[in-house]
């Protein structure tokens, strides 16, 4: 009988449902290799030296921010060794979405904060909802010196994009600016 030796080739790693995931659900990333056999698998995570799964298979259970990043797939025999990664995207999520309210003299310094956990970089934007031509590109926003054209209810929308596509969070943050004057 002749047996073969085929080196691991033509490696990929599948993402299931997908490589961007959402808050406290599971994933699971597949490694799968032609060559064989005795194929040895390996996972590593952000290119750190720590296995973290040694089967074809990688489940990842209830995702957090934290499970976002780079996996690699080693897979090794007799023959060679080869490797293949995928960046796992966590969506946005909030920590907070209560209404922030916030009671003011004018001139004061108000803050709303838009916390959105994520993986990856996040775009914010807080929307006047009284006025939706106003609109601020930062993720907490900020009066220095609070005027009566300030008061309202504001909302902050928080935005990545992941392979050309948007993943968005309307209302990641609610905030109402009240002045306790109510004479201009």
Request: with cysteine; charged share 10%; proline share 3%.
């Amino acid at each position: 009988m002749i047996s073969f030796l085929v080196s691991p080739g033509d490696l990929a790693i599948n993402a299931t449902p997908s490589n961007v995931a959402r808050f406290l659900t599971n994933v699971t990333l597949s490694c799968s290799s032609r060559g064989g056999p005795d194929n040895v698998y390996q996972w590593l995570k952000n290119g750190m030296n720590t296995t973290i799964g040694s089967q074809p298979e990688l489940l990842i259970s209830l995702v957090t921010a934290e499970d976002g990043g780079e996996y690699t797939c080693i897979v090794s025999n007799a023959a060679g060794v080869t490797n293949v990664s995928v960046t796992l995207y966590i969506q946005l999520y909030t920590t907070n979405p209560e209404t922030q309210i916030v009671l003011a003299n004018v001139s004061e310094s108000v803050t709303f904060y838009c916390v959105a956990l994520r993986f990856s970089l996040s775009t914010y934007q807080w929307n006047k909802m009284e006025d939706l031509g106003i609109v601020y590109f930062q993720q907490n926003l900020t009066f220095n010196s609070v005027t009566f054209d300030d008061v309202g209810r504001y909302e902050c929308v928080a935005t990545i994009t992941v392979d050309g596509a948007n993943y968005t969070v309307d209302s990641a943050a609610l905030g109402q600016l009240i002045c306790k004057s109510a004479f201009r």
